[in-house]
């Protein structure tokens, strides 16, 4: 089996904003959404590069991530857009209300997984996240319509390249950034390469000290009756910027600067606006530079992007919501495990949908609804206390 990851260049930051402060930060994360305006906000004397610090050269987001849920409002940005957006906001704010919102100091590195074809979802989450479960690094998992990424520690790097190796993915370094590319299995079928060693998700130990944590802790699954969401896509805007060239080619001459606005689908970008100001009751939009936005979002919203996204409109999606909000953020082992447990039990097949999203204080699961009402009936008795366990 083969997967490239890529290390994404620069660092990132989690913020956790509160709902209840969620409409005080809405403007700044229109800011960061939309970073056509950002020259705008800065003084003249702030260098170039600073201004744009996490973009490409056609003014695209590296990596973002805006999550609304019913828990919170989560952000992955480049640390330059948390220092020169986010922060000064926070500022302002009373000193009972900046507590609340929880910016991380810890700088992270994300990796983007390029799917490979014969990696099933489950077995993809899994072959991603257990070597790092097993060598104690904390992440974040973030799954979208084209590719999975990770966020790590900056200073764990080195720990995941050499977590990565052990399990048998080969490094080799590519320009500025970073490919681990999967070795080819010797041993036939979907076996694993590299180490011999059992998988971590089967690890009992790990499993238990998980378990055992989230139950200490009161951690449950949670199902919004009557929430479904839907994984999309916007369309690739590159064939509508080309007509709108050739267009105005026709025209008489148009001096303008090439700008962010010139490589994006402006009826996607107004419908997602549209979505973050009403506050929904649940949507996850995923920037990159090499991809077209991605969203996971709720179905009763789909009708305001009318034919400007792709994707399997049809298959609905149930969210199973943990709460990690008391855990430490160095906590490890909670994708792998809850996932891996899942897939043990479920016995789930290729032909299974299982993705998960991190936010920066909870874990959402996704699942069809048949299998999510399964996976709620697997997970109670595990994270149930045990002194209520007792009592029942």
């Not at 906001?89 to 990796?111: D, F, G, K, M, N």
């Not at 298959?315 to 082992?333: A, C, R, Y």
């Amino acid at each position: 089996m083969s997967a490239n990851i890529t290390f994404l260049e620069g660092t990132y930051r989690l913020i956790h904003i509160p709902l209840d402060l969620y409409a005080t930060f809405l403007q700044p994360i229109l800011r960061v959404l939309i970073p056509h305006a950002q020259s705008l906000q800065l003084d003249d004397q702030t260098p170039l590069d600073v201004r744009f610090e996490g973009l490409s050269s056609e003014y695209q987001h590296a990596f973002m991530n805006i999550s609304v849920t019913r828990f919170e409002c989560s952000l992955v940005c480049h640390t330059s857009w948390a220092e020169h957006v986010f922060e000064p906001v926070i500022r302002t704010l009373p000193p009972e209300q900046a507590q609340a919102i929880w910016s991380h100091a810890e700088s992270y590195i994300v990796l983007s997984v390029a799917s490979a074809a014969e990696l099933d979802a489950p077995t993809r989450v899994l072959e991603l996240t257990s070597p790092l479960a097993a060598a104690g690094i904390p992440i974040f998992f973030i799954t979208t319509y084209y590719s999975d990424y990770i966020l790590a520690p900056a200073h764990e790097q080195l720990n995941v390249i050499a977590a990565l190796h052990e399990r048998g993915f080969e490094l080799s370094e590519s320009h500025d950034n970073f490919y681990v590319c999967r070795r080819n299995s010797t041993t036939g079928g979907r076996g694993r390469s590299g180490s011999s060693s059992p998988p971590p998700f089967s690890s009992e130990e790990l499993q238990s000290a998980t378990f055992e944590l989230l139950q200490t802790h009161r951690v449950s699954p949670h199902v919004d009756p009557g929430l479904e969401l839907v994984m999309c896509a916007s369309r690739d805007a590159m064939p509508f910027v080309h007509a709108y060239a050739r267009l105005i080619s026709y025209g008489r001459e148009v001096a303008v600067r090439d700008t962010w606005i010139d490589h994006v689908d402006t009826k996607f970008y107004a419908a997602l606006v549209s979505v973050l100001v009403s506050q929904p009751r649940f949507v996850s939009v995923t920037l990159t530079q090499d991809d077209p936005p991605s969203l996971l979002i709720d179905k009763s919203l789909l009708s305001l992007f009318s034919n400007s996204i792709v994707g399997d409109l049809n298959t609905v999606l149930t969210p199973i919501f943990l709460d990690l909000v008391t855990l430490p953020t160095e906590v490890t082992g909670i994708v792998c495990v809850v996932s891996g447990r899942l897939v043990h039990e479920m016995d789930m097949k290729a032909t299974s949908e299982l993705s998960y999203l991190s936010t920066a204080r909870a874990g959402v699961v996704i699942l069809p609804e048949q299998q999510a009402i399964q996976a709620v009936k697997i997970l109670e008795p595990l994270m149930k206390p045990k002194e209520e366990s007792m009592e029942s």
